[in-house]
């Protein structure tokens, strides 16, 4: 990892140039299992559906959808689904394998932060989840996105990787600090390998760009957009295999020797 800072405008477009080539692998790879998802596979967690509840008859917007396989999962369990990814190739293949797997879900191409340039109206639910967070440059300009879409009464919920996870070296075989877990302005430049469903994919990119934030940041810029938190739950466990986690169960992975930490999070906040 080395310490180089370009603008927030050329980090966000090196890193979608690396989401694209992202979206082809995983359209393509075993961990997104888009063959499953078209005959009916749903790969919600049991904890996420619990805690955003029935969606049935409500309006759902999917913050950062990648390629759309949560998405087609909310949209399945009734929810008028809108989903959006800054990665033009990603929504295409969200927009398909919604056609194929028959699910009416509607895809916008836009970068979250300029999304009210690109989308109009209010939803009862916004929605975002599963390594998000380090991609964004500005946590209190994104809140005000989510309340910006959410309708009075609606909530936002999130799950994500633990700030204090994110401070966790991902590449190495032990369980070690290697990376900083306070906010920053400035994105840190990461060398690109493969890719976190597949980490011998072969990828032109060489670098990603991401943003520290820590809990407080995020807690903070939440409150502040007016949204009214529910609840911030903490589990012990990541869903992917980096070298130091020990597996559990199916993406179920935890620290060695004992080492308690929260490694992933979800919340829940109401807009009054």
């Known amino acids: 990892m ?9 980090a966000i477009e090196s890193n979608r140039a690396l989401w694209d080539e ?8 075993d961990w ?4 499953a998802v078209r005959a009916g ?3 919600l967690r049991p904890y996420e559906i619990e805690e955003v509840g029935d969606v049935a008859g409500k309006s759902l917007l999917h913050l950062q959808c990648q390629i759309g396989t949560d998405s087609i999962a909310w949209a399945r369990r009734g929810a008028a689904v809108t989903a959006v ?6 929504i295409g293949v969200a927009t398909q394998l919604a056609q194929d797997a028959g699910v009416d879900a509607q895809f916008v191409v836009s970068d979250v932060m300029r999304l009210p340039e690109n989308l109009t ?15 964004l440059p500005d946590l209190t300009a994104w809140a005000e996105v989510v309340a910006h879409f959410l309708a009075p009464g609606g909530i936002f919920y999130l799950t994500d990787i633990h700030p204090v996870a994110k401070a966790v070296d991902d590449h190495s075989p032990e369980f070690r600090v290697g990376r900083p877990y306070w906010s920053r302005s400035e994105p840190i430049r990461h060398e690109v390998r493969g890719t976190y469903a597949d980490p011998d994919a072969d990828v032109e990119s060489t670098d990603k760009f991401l943003w ?3 809990t ?15 609840f911030f739950h903490e589990f012990p466990w990541l869903d992917r295999p980096w070298p130091s986690l020990l597996k559990q169960s199916d993406r179920e992975y935890l620290p060695p020797n004992g080492i308690e930490l929260p490694l992933t999070f979800s919340l829940r906040a109401r807009k009054f």
């Open 2 to 10: 080395t310490q180089s800072h370009p603008s927030t405008d050329q």
């Open 22 to 29: 992202w979206a082809k692998i995983h359209a393509e790879g």
């Open 32 to 35: 997104y299992d888009l063959a």
């Open 41 to 43: 596979a749903d790969k």
């Open 85 to 90: 990814d800054f990665s033009p190739v990603a």
């Open 121 to 135: 109206g209010t939803w009862d639910i916004v929605y975002a989840s599963r390594g998000i967070l380090g991609w």
């Open 212 to 214: 520290a934030h820590s």
């Open 216 to 230: 407080g940041e995020l807690l903070t810029s939440i409150a502040q957009a007016g949204l009214c938190l529910e």
